[in-house]
Nanobody, 121 residues
Framework: QVQLVESGGGLVQAGGSLRLSCVAS????????MAWYRRTPGNQRELVAS???????NYADSLRGRFTISRDNAKNMVYLEIVTLKPEDTARYYC???????????????WGRGTQVTVSS
């Protein structure tokens, strides 16, 4: 079994910053790509950023500049730093990861339950 657990969300004033964390645990042999998604009220889940195991990052074009994704492979963690928060960043943020389980063939994608970010104006 694999668990992804996000943390770091909360209520923040516009202009502030947050650092979200996500840790993967379980019988993990290796983790390939990791990513952050968000679901804003009334909208579908959208990709915020992804990062490969070698550290190559990609960002949604509309969100480039205020979001920084990083990871710590030794700790099976991925981070998302958000600066200059705006009310429209209010969303539930989810991490996901492509994981190869120990003793298994083939990778599967796992999701966390999310952490809520609320930005007040």
């Amino acid at each position: 079994q694999v668990q992804l657990v996000e943390s770091g969300g909360g209520l923040v004033q516009a202009g502030g910053s947050l650092r979200l964390s996500c840790v993967a645990s379980g019988s993990i042999a290796s983790i390939d790509d990791m990513a952050w998604y968000r679901r804003t009220p009334g909208n579908q889940r959208e990709l915020v950023a992804s990062i490969s195991s070698s550290g190559s990052a990609n960002y949604a074009d509309s969100l480039r500049g205020r979001f920084t994704i990083s990871r710590d492979n030794a700790k099976n963690m991925v981070y998302l730093e958000i600066v200059t928060l705006k009310p429209e960043d209010t969303a539930r943020y989810y991490c996901n990861a492509d994981i190869l389980l120990s003793g298994r063939r083939g990778r599967s994608t796992y999701w966390g339950r999310g952490t809520q970010v609320t930005v007040s104006s």
